[in-house]
């Protein structure tokens, strides 16, 4: 039943964050998402069979911290007004949804609480297992997508705010290897330790934001 309820929250969040992406961009001016069919809530439009499927099966599975993507979104940097800083703008969109997608979560979990009286026990343990998974996985996917390492969204942000000589650099070695980092850290297990100090500090905020 976990494992039911695991997967559509995982898929919902993952579709939010990139359509997020697509939906700055298109305000900012870039019609490329919505003439791609992208801005859209249709997980068929968005499903990449690693980042969508095979990893979040392997975390699962291995016990690894909780890991996705969707298919990127497609943006065209010269449509927009101020192509470096307008590229910060979309990347960090993903992370502040999932964000506020994590907030929204905790708050229908203490409703939940409170209301836990008047529902079944069957109701209020799988929405208590659901909300939790919504919870989790969008801080994770916040956390780990504003790790500073191209093609994640933390990436891009750094380099619109980098000079444009350390933008460039930045982003021509990122370019070449940051994928392949981003593989090794969650394969080992290694990203764990990187993130999971900084999520555990937005859990506590949220948590306390909500008076849990």
Not at 7 to 36: K, M, Q, R, W
Not at 48 to 64: A, E, Q, R, S
Not at 193 to 200: G, V
Request: glycine share 6%; net charge positive.
């Amino acid at each position: 039943m976990e494992f039911i309820l695991f997967i559509p929250v995982l898929f919902f969040s993952i579709i939010v964050h990139e359509v997020a992406h697509g939906y700055v961009a298109y305000s900012l001016g870039d019609d490329t998402a919505y003439l791609s069919g992208r801005l859209t809530f249709n997980p068929l439009a968005h499903i990449d069979k690693y980042g969508t499927i095979l990893v979040p099966l392997f975390c699962y599975f291995t016990g690894l911290p909780l890991f996705g993507w969707a298919k990127p979104v497609p943006v065209n940097v010269l449509r927009l007004p101020s192509p470096r800083r307008d590229m910060g703008k979309v990347a960090i969109a993903g992370p502040a949804v999932n964000l506020v997608l994590a907030v929204v979560f905790a708050m229908v979990l203490k409703i939940v609480l409170l209301a836990q009286g008047s529902l079944s026990a069957s109701t209020v343990k799988n929405a208590f297992s659901l909300l939790q998974y919504g919870i989790l996985i969008n801080v994770m996917l916040a956390v780990f997508n504003l790790m500073p390492i191209t093609p994640l969204d933390g990436g891009r942000i750094v380099t619109a705010l980098l000079p444009v000589k350390a933008a460039i650099a930045y982003d021509n070695f990122f370019s070449r290897f940051g994928m392949w980092l981003v593989l090794i850290l969650i394969l080992t297990g290694a990203v764990k330790y990187l993130i999971w100090p900084p999520a555990a500090f937005v859990l506590n905020v949220i948590l306390r934001i909500i008076n849990f």
